[in-house]
């Protein structure tokens, strides 16, 4: 669920296994933060199962309901990624892929008999593995000196904002993470530091 100020998701893999007339369908919901990372994952798990004969996915990555993907990967259309997303969204997470490895068992279960064995292992999936609150986030560049290191990691850490990339040069370059209800709080603390250069980024 998304309210004005957090978001719902995972921050651990959970795995289950589903079986029906000799299928396996072994589920793996995982934290995600991008459509690349996805990849690598979903790259991860085919060479770790490169025997099963599909490979079904579905994600949803962001905030505003339009960043989602799913596949069939060879199933009947709509009997395995569709079921699988539905479980994703009937807890409202997001940023979360559940991918869904099938190992055949000779018998033809139907496109009903997918739907259910899609959806349930999904399901047992994401039972696994707790959902956490994370605040939605606004970004930010701070540039600065880096002597002045320590003071602007203070203000970081009491306002819990989290660093999204660094690099250390002769100047620090902070992409960092404001949890969108203390925007203004820790605008208005490093307004009190001349030297920290503050922008705010383009995705934001």
Not at 57 to 64: E, Q
Not at 113 to 118: E, K, Q, T
Not at 162 to 185: A, D, H, W, Y
């Amino acid at each position: 669920m998304i309210t004005e100020d957090y978001y719902q998701t995972i921050d651990k893999t959970g795995m289950a296994e589903f079986k029906d007339r000799g299928s396996r369908f072994i589920a793996y919901a995982q934290p995600l933060t991008s459509a690349d990372a996805f990849k690598q994952q979903l790259q991860v798990l085919k060479k770790e199962h490169h025997k099963a004969v599909h490979h079904c996915f579905a994600y949803r990555i962001g905030l505003d309901g339009n960043n989602f993907r799913v596949s069939d990967d060879g199933e009947p259309s709509g009997s395995a990624g569709r079921p699988i997303l539905g479980q994703i969204d009937s807890k409202q997470l997001t940023n979360v892929n559940i991918i869904v490895v099938r190992y055949f068992g000779g018998t033809l279960l139907g496109v009903p008999g997918l739907i259910n064995a899609y959806r349930s292992a999904a399901s047992m999936a994401l039972q696994l593995v707790p959902t956490i609150q994370k605040p939605i986030e606004v970004e930010y560049e701070l540039q600065f000196d880096y002597t002045r290191m320590n003071e602007v990691m203070l203000v970081i850490r009491q306002c819990g904002c989290s660093v999204v990339t660094q690099e250390n040069q002769l100047f620090c370059l902070l992409k960092i993470g404001i949890p969108r209800s203390r925007v203004e709080e820790v605008l208005y603390r490093l307004s009190d530091m001349p030297f920290v250069d503050v922008r705010k980024t383009a995705r934001s």
